[in-house]
């Protein structure tokens, strides 16, 4: 990464919860709510979009790492906003600080990790294997 991000750095995403995000589209006798790894996803796209900015050529962001709490349900139709902010850097990993929200209350927060990767690289030794 070659344009430094600054700590405080932010990035955001919104989703409408669809049917597919939730327990029951995994297995019926479970409830219609927003499952932890969509919700997770959420989170990790915020992430992506916080950092993608300093990111040159074919370099992206993958997540490494997830601390993640699921405090609160939220059910088909709710609109959930995910938000990231650069938390810290180490010099190679980059820890964000991640919430979501629905309508009414606080859903999830906690942590997620990313790294810098070349998606030339790193394809070509997905190849390899």
């Not at 932010?10 to 919860?17: A, M, P, R």
């Amino acid at each position: 990464m070659a344009k430094p991000a600054l700590i405080g750095t932010k990035g955001s995403f919104e989703q409408t919860v669809e049917f597919q995000h939730t327990l029951t589209y995994y297995d019926h006798r479970l409830p219609p709510v927003l499952s932890t790894p969509d919700m997770i996803r959420f989170m990790e796209t915020a992430g992506f979009l916080a950092l993608q900015p300093y990111c040159e050529g074919d370099e992206i962001t993958v997540g490494t790492a997830i601390s993640i709490e699921h405090r609160a349900p939220t059910g088909v139709g709710g609109r959930v906003k995910a938000e990231a902010e650069l938390e810290s850097f180490d010099g190679r990993f980059y820890v964000l600080r991640v919430r979501a929200n629905d309508d009414a209350q606080e859903i999830g927060r906690g942590t997620v990790t990313r790294a810098v990767v070349s998606v030339g690289k790193f394809m070509a030794r997905m190849q390899s294997k």
